[in-house]
């Protein structure tokens, strides 16, 4: 079964920091890029961050450009990102997402999800 | 950056009828490059359409897409209890590399 699985969220003081994970399975992680998308509560998706199937390049928004860090270990079937200095506005749900093709730029697998809380 | 405007923001109907949600950017967007998503409460999204037109894995054929340039629609052509959900629409651009729609949500009249 094709499935990823987050992990790494819970409480963090504004400046702080988390790394999250996912865990990928049922599919060649390495012959695909991914994706961390997140949803603040009761608000729409925002795209975060992308990584080629190599890692060799990684995309993100302008929101957490300098802050966060995208990262993967194909060895691990692995996702990263990597959340520093950290505001009350990245409270959210973070989405890990797998491209579903060479040609194509949607999403065709998501994780369940892992909730970010940046409170004091 | 190029906006995705969903419309309407809430769309009520009864199962067995036909709905039609619309997506507009702000800028032309290429069709191999917009997607359809719903999400459930409490559910991550679920990819429906990809490349404007083409279902993905699974999806019963009562989901199509069509549009090109700035307009898209997404249709259902006789809703199923299970379809009401939020829809959102998503491209793919340069930066961001992504965008997604605010989101149309579907409920049951």
């Known amino acids: 079964e094709v499935q990823l699985l987050e992990s790494g969220g819970g409480l963090v003081q504004p400046g702080g920091s988390l790394r999250l994970s996912c865990a990928a399975s049922?599919?060649?992680?390495?012959?695909?890029?991914m994706s961390w998308v997140r949803q603040a509560p009761g608000k729409g998706l925002e795209w975060v961050s992308a990584?080629?199937?190599?890692?060799?390049?990684?995309y993100y928004a302008d929101s957490v450009r300098g802050r966060f860090t995208i990262s993967r270990d194909n060895s691990k079937n692995t996702l990263y990102l990597q959340m520093n200095a950290l505001r009350a506005e990245d409270t959210a749900i973070y989405y890990c997402a797998k491209k579903y093709s060479s040609g194509s730029h949607a999403f065709d697998i998501w994780g369940q999800g892992t909730m970010v809380t940046v409170s004091s | 950056e190029i906006v995705l405007t969903q419309s309407p923001g809430t769309l009520s109907l009864s199962p067995g009828e036909r709905a039609t949600l619309s997506c507009r950017a702000s800028?032309?967007?290429?069709?191999?490059?917009l997607a359809w998503y719903h999400q459930k409460p409490g559910q991550a999204p679920r990819l429906l359409i990809y490349?404007?037109?083409s279902r993905a894995t699974g999806i019963p054929d009562r989901f199509s897409g069509s549009g090109s340039g700035t307009d898209f629609t997404l249709t259902i052509s006789r809703l199923e209890p299970e379809d009401f959900a939020v829809y959102y629409c998503q491209q793919y651009g340069s930066s961001p590399l992504y965008t997604f729609g605010q989101g149309t949500k579907l409920e049951i009249k």
């Open positions: 490349a404007a037109s």
């Open positions: 990584i080629t199937p190599g890692g060799g390049s990684t």
């Open positions: 800028q032309s967007v290429s069709s191999s490059y």
């Open positions: 049922g599919f060649t992680f390495s012959s695909f890029a």
